[in-house]
């Protein structure tokens, strides 16, 4: 486990960035035209950001990021 102090501005950042970075997945996840095998790696990624974002965020705006589990 890594602790982090974060000052308003720099959290304010990272929010933008991993949500940001959360848009970005979902829409590599929607193309039809990338491999399956990297569909599954950005997942993979995917999951991890989701989890990062999640502790900064209130359910409501995660929930806008919440993928449904029968995606495949």
Do not use: P
């Amino acid at each position: 486990m890594l602790g982090v102090l974060f000052n308003d501005r720099e959290c304010k950042e990272l929010n933008y960035m991993l949500r940001k970075e959360l848009d970005e997945m979902l829409l590599d996840l929607s193309d039809q035209r990338i491999n399956a095998d990297i569909k599954l790696a950005i997942e993979s990624r995917y999951k991890v950001i989701f989890r990062m974002y999640a502790r900064l965020v209130s359910s409501k705006e995660l929930s806008k990021y919440a993928r449904n589990r029968s995606y495949r």
